[in-house]
């Protein structure tokens, strides 16, 4: 039986329990203790599993960019592109301008309002967003650019019980206030209303995510991870599209992931972008220790419009609550945080710890261990 149910969607993945199917992964935690079954994460199998991954596209990745750009304009009457100025959403943003596939907006947010003092936290909108969204946009006096307060906004989405809630059972991996909150600014923002209420099909479009490749048994695969799993309950109706991890051209993917394996192949300890710590995005065994490819190395291998030496204000600290909502955290006599902190002291404690990364009371900052889909081979 389901636990909790928020208007929920296949789209962006959900998890088996046996032949039991959960959008939540809070709730499928739960019946996992209850049954003993482990549970399985799901992204498109259906689609992915046509493919035979071992054979790479012929087609260049900067076409199939091309491609999915123009599928997302083909889709949508209005389309939104979330920009935060990192090099996800930039080679996206790139996609659309140097083929001149129509944009409709540019949406960038920050916390400046409730984050005065903290500068930093909103460096990267500030100093590489903003700046390279007005650029764009004199040259395109077409493509609006909205830049958006999401102090205000978030403040008021947790004072809505039912999203506190819905917060809880949806989380995978993070907690961020102001990124919860931004999911629903098309049902808070007029302007945005105003689009929707004139019968447009809107659709905001985000620059999610990077391969993860490795070997398993020896041989070189990809899997989808359940970073976003969490959008899963947030609505069928939620207009968020994945630039990237799409089944519509899942042929984008499948090309990233090869251009990785090739490089994975060749690398040595001395290779540029290899290090020895872990970076979560793609590995391989080297003698007695694993070889991992950095951040900096997967934008350049699959972002050809990326300047690597782009200000950054590098690997956020915290998996479960970002720097920019720093502000939330010092409302500890406030109605609204005091709900949130329930809510989420509550989820963490109830947690098993074996799915936590590090179990503590304090290791909430670490946040809960990810899912992977099954493997797709890039070899045969």
Known sequence: MQFFDYNVSDRFGYYLVGDQKFYSKTDAIKHMERTGIHLSYHYHDDVFAQYNWANEPTTSLDELYRQRAQHLRDKYEYLVLSYSGGADSHQMLMTFIKNNIRIDEILIYHCLSVNPDELFTNSEVTRVAVPAAQEIVSKHPNIKLRIVDMGPLTYNFFKDDKKVDMMMHANYSQFSPS??????????????????????????????????????????????????????????????????????????????????????????????????????????????????????????????????????????????????????????????????????????????????????????????????????????
């Open 179 to 380: 990124a919860t909150a931004l999911c629903y600014i098309h049902e808070v923002d007029t302007e945005y209303l105003d689009i929707i209420n004139s019968g447009q099909k809107i659709g905001f479009v985000k620059g999610w995510d990077k391969p993860r490749v490795w070997q398993v048994d020896g041989k070189w695969c990809h899997r989808f991870l359940d970073i976003n799993s969490g959008l899963s309950i947030m609505g069928s109706n939620i207009p968020t599209e994945m630039f990237y991890w799409n089944p519509d051209v899942p042929e984008v993917v499948i090309k990233q992931a090869h251009i990785i394996k090739r490089y994975m192949e060749l690398a040595r300890p001395s290779s540029p972008f290899i290090v020895t710590e872990s970076t979560g995005f793609a590995c391989k065994p080297w003698q007695d220790k694993m070889l991992w490819l950095t951040n900096h190395g997967v934008h350049l291998l699959l972002y050809p419009d990326w300047d690597i030496t782009t200000y950054s204000m590098g690997k956020e600290p915290s998996r479960t609550m970002a720097r920019r909502d720093s502000w939330f955290r010092r409302l500890p006599n406030d109605e609204v945080y005091r709900r949130w902190e329930s809510s989420t002291t509550t989820w963490w404690r109830d947690l098993p710890d074996y799915w936590k990364n590090r179990p503590g009371s304090d290791s909430i900052l670490h946040g809960p261990k990810n899912s992977w889909s099954r493997p797709y081979f890039l070899e045969r």
